[in-house]
């Protein structure tokens, strides 16, 4: 059983930037790990996602050039990097394992019967 636990989150104004992480307790290497995205009153979205062994990242276009999504297995662990922050990212961030044998990474392959962390609120506001 896997549990991932989010952190990193919290208020920060237009422009800015804040670094989420996502530390699993287990052993994480035979897991692609998703980032989510639930901004108030609205449906969760595919943020970004990263291989088992970092080599392939994917991302929303909403976020490109501003996300990067990163791991670092020996501490089983995965960052989400946001910078230029826009009141439109506000949301609660969830991160997801899915155990996978695939070398790429593809957001819509996550679903509900993957694991999950409890999320982390991310405020962007001035």
């Known amino acids: 059983q896997l549990q991932l636990v989010e952190s990193g989150g919290g208020l920060v104004q237009p422009g800015g930037s804040l670094r989420l992480s996502c530390a699993a307790s287990g052993f994480t290497l035979d897991y692609a790990i998703g980032w989510f995205r639930q901004p108030p009153g609205k449906e969760r979205e595919g943020v970004s996602c990263?291989?088992?062994?970092?080599?392939?990242?994917s991302y929303a276009d909403s976020v490109k050039g501003r996300f990067t999504i990163s791991r670092d297995n020996a501490k089983n662990t995965v960052y989400l990097q946001m910078n230029s922050l826009k009141p439109e990212d506000t949301a609660i961030y969830y991160c997801?394992?899915?155990?996978?044998?695939?070398?790429?990474?593809?957001?819509?392959?996550?679903?509900?019967?993957?694991?999950w962390g409890l999320g982390t609120q991310v405020t962007v506001s001035s």
């Open positions: 990263i291989s088992r062994s970092g080599r392939s990242t």
């Open positions: 997801a394992a899915r155990r996978t044998v695939q070398a790429m990474c593809v957001i819509s392959h996550f679903n509900l019967n993957d694991y």
